[in-house]
Structure formats: C-alpha cells, structure tokens
C-alpha cells in the first residue's frame, strides 16, 4: 500500500490541497495516511458486519407496522428500523474504533515510526503502541523501560476512558428508546 499512497495518491493530494498544512511534505508512502487507510480496512468490515447482524434482527413486526401505516420503504427504514437498532450500531461503531486504537502491528508497519509531531498526514509519524513493539526489547536502563511502561498505563487509561464513555453513550442511547 505504502508504494502505491507514494505514487499515486499522495502526489494528488499535494497537487490539489496541498495548500492545507494537512497535505503538505514529500510522498513518502509510510506515513500517518498509510496508517489510516489501513485502519479503515481493518475497521469496516467489523463495523459493517456487526451493524447488519444488528439489522436483521430488528423484527418484521415493526417493518411491516411502518408499511401498516403508509410509509415507504425509506420511511420505514427511518421511523421503525434504525431507531431500534441505534444503540447496536453504535456499538458497532464503538467496537471497531476499539479495534483501531489497539491495533499495533499493522501501523507500525505503515506509518514510518518517526518520533516527530507534524501536522501533515503525509510525513511518517509514531503511535504509543509503536513505540514499546519497537523499544522493548532493546531497553537498555531501568529508566528506559519504566518510560515504556508508563506509555503502556497511558494507553490502559486511554482504552478504559473510551470503554467507559461507550457504554454511558449506549446507556444514554438505549435509555433515549426506552422513554419514546
């Protein structure tokens, strides 16, 4: 993918916003945007998957109600099926971005492992996860391995804030249905 981002699509994106501080630098391939496309690849189809499992369960006692009432095929997808499957796909959501947070290998092959803050997508950067698969095992002090620990806390904290956060969304969305 790196070549291809390298070739093709980085040099687009600066031909044409490259005016944005977002897409400004060389095509370096690995780069912050690698790391995001394949976080895409690797989230979509979990999210997808999940949010049609959600879907398909809705009963055909609320589709065919809707129909019962007059809506169209649109109205009824609108009125009686997503409003019951709302707070599923939002877990679907919340499930794949979990995914994406903690995925370690696949960025850092991608994204360049470079320990500076740029603001372009197109230079190469490093994410905490990245940081302790490629230093661990070359820590040569007490210090330097405490340094990594901490990141690993750091990220502790991070995933149970999220994990946090997504199930008081759910409960408020879930609670939002009840009430109607």
């Known amino acids: 993918m790196a070549p291809w981002l390298q070739q093709t699509v980085q040099p687009l994106l600066i031909e044409h916003l490259g005016f944005l501080p977002f897409f400004q630098g060389a095509p370096y391939g690995v780069s912050m945007l690698a790391a995001v ?3 895409m690849i690797m989230v979509i189809p979990i999210i997808t998957s999940i949010a049609k499992e959600v879907l398909l369960a809705v009963p055909n006692s609320q589709k065919e ?5 007059g809506a169209t095929r649109w ?3 609108r009125i009686a099926v997503l409003p019951y499957a709302r707070s599923g796909i939002l877990g679907a959501v919340i499930l794949g971005f979990g ?14 492992n470079t320990p500076q803050i740029s603001l372009s997508l197109l230079s190469p ?3 905490m996860p990245s940081v302790i698969a490629n230093e661990f095992a070359e820590t040569t002090s007490k210090l330097h391995a405490s340094a990594l620990m901490e990141i690993g806390l750091i990220l502790l ?3 149970l804030v999220i994990n946090a956060l ?9 609670r939002q249905g009840d009430s109607r």
Request: overall charge neutral; proline content about 0%.
């Open 99 to 112: 995914r994406a947070v903690g995925e370690t290998m696949a960025v850092t092959m991608v994204i360049g």
């Open 65 to 69: 109600a809707a129909f019962g009432i």
């Open 157 to 159: 904290v991070v995933a």
């Open 75 to 77: 109205e009824m997808i």
């Open 125 to 127: 950067g490093y994410t």
């Open 166 to 174: 997504a199930r008081l969304l759910i409960w408020s969305v879930s």
């Open 37 to 39: 496309f394949i976080l």
